[in-house]
């Protein structure tokens, strides 16, 4: 997969290099979210015995090998500490929005009433 993602001005063009680098940091950071949500299915999925030996093992290839390609697909474009900035930034964002529904009375209500159905 060598294709670029192209966003105009071409690769001379400090804000098309920018706008490319920020997309770049966005998708990955996106795929790696949804590869740890696949990683914990996984997970639930082989301590409730749902997979036979030889399906765990494909799925952990299968995994690992997504895994591999992140990181290279990070590494060869130079966004790993990008990256990582966003996912920490996502993750504050989810941290402070589930706090939020914990502490919100609002929040609390409606999921009582709900529990009564």
């Known amino acids: 997969m060598s294709e670029r993602i192209d966003v105009g001005g071409g690769d001379e ?6 706008l490319r680098s920020g997309l770049v940091t966005l998708v990955l950071s996106l795929v790696e979210i949804v590869d740890e949500a696949l990683e914990r299915e996984a997970v639930r999925r082989m301590e409730s015995g749902e997979l036979d030996p030889e399906e765990i093992e494909r799925l952990g290839t299968h995994l690992a090998t997504l895994n591999e390609e992140i990181t290279e697909l990070e590494r060869r474009e130079n966004v ?3 990256v990582a900035e966003l996912r ?5 964002v989810v941290d402070d929005a589930l706090t939020g529904l914990d502490e919100d009375p609002a929040a609390k209500t409606l999921e009582d009433d709900h529990t009564h159905d």
Do not use: K, T
């Open 13 to 18: 063009d400090p804000e098309a290099a920018e």
């Open 80 to 82: 790993e500490d990008s």
């Open 88 to 92: 920490g930034q996502l993750d504050g």
